[in-house]
């Protein structure tokens, strides 16, 4: 295929075939190189294409980093954690993941992923872990804010909320 027959993803920048997850809006059409950016992109558009004579905070190379922390039931092991940093990490928009036992950090853009699809992640790469993995990451990802916000009621310091 001829450089001249692909167009840019919108939300990722990477060049993809004119029909790789293919979307329409607004009469224009658009390709995505994955569901990932193809479900960004649909979910709030104008945060890639703007609109007329405002740019949108990816056409002025912005980063919306979040940093999220939560801690798990039970720690992970070396080789655990080493499995999912490897798995979790590949995926975009990650800006890192960081794992220490029980204590688990992820730094992500908002324009490139959602929580919705890290805690799907979280827990595709638990499963690979087995032994329940899949729902404890996933559930401490998701409960996290109720924790912060139950620990930051109590009288002294708040427990599991970083």
Same mark, same amino acid.
């Given at each position: 295929?001829?450089?001249?027959? &692909?167009?840019?993803?919108?939300?990722? *920048?990477?060049?993809?075939?004119?029909?790789?997850?293919?979307?329409?809006?607004? %009469?224009?059409?658009? =390709?995505?190189?994955?569901?990932?950016?193809?479900?960004?992109?649909?979910?709030?558009?104008?945060?890639? +294409?703007?609109?007329? *004579?405002?740019?949108? @905070?990816?056409?002025?190379? /912005?980063?919306?980093?979040?940093? &999220?922390?939560?801690? /798990?039931?039970? @720690?992970?092991?070396?080789?655990? =954690? =080493?499995?999912?940093?490897?798995? +979790? %990490?590949?995926?975009? %928009? +990650?800006?890192?993941?960081?794992?220490?036992?029980?204590? +688990?950090? $992820?730094?992500?853009?908002?324009?490139?992923?959602?929580?919705?699809?890290?805690?799907?992640?979280?827990?595709?790469?638990?499963?690979?872990? %087995?032994?329940?993995? =899949?729902?404890?990451? &996933?559930?401490?990802? $998701?409960?996290?804010?109720?924790?912060?916000?139950? *620990?930051?009621?109590?009288?002294?310091? @708040?427990?599991?909320?970083?």
């Amino acid at each position: 295929m001829s450089t001249h027959a &692909r167009v840019k993803d919108v939300v990722c *920048g990477m060049m993809v075939a004119p029909n790789s997850h293919p979307t329409d809006y607004q %009469g224009q059409p658009f =390709a995505f190189c994955s569901a990932q950016c193809h479900e960004r992109f649909v979910a709030n558009p104008h945060l890639y +294409i703007g609109r007329p *004579g405002q740019p949108a @905070p990816k056409q002025q190379g /912005l980063k919306v980093l979040k940093r &999220r922390k939560f801690v /798990l039931d039970l @720690p992970l092991d070396t080789a655990q =954690a =080493a499995a999912l940093s490897t798995q +979790i %990490g590949a995926m975009m %928009g +990650i800006e890192a993941l960081d794992v220490e036992a029980a204590d +688990i950090a $992820v730094t992500y853009d908002l324009l490139q992923a959602t929580a919705e699809q890290i805690e799907a992640a979280l827990a595709a790469a638990g499963a690979q872990l %087995g032994s329940g993995w =899949a729902e404890r990451l &996933r559930r401490g990802f $998701v409960h996290y804010t109720e924790e912060c916000e139950i *620990g930051q009621l109590q009288v002294g310091p @708040p427990s599991g909320c970083h």
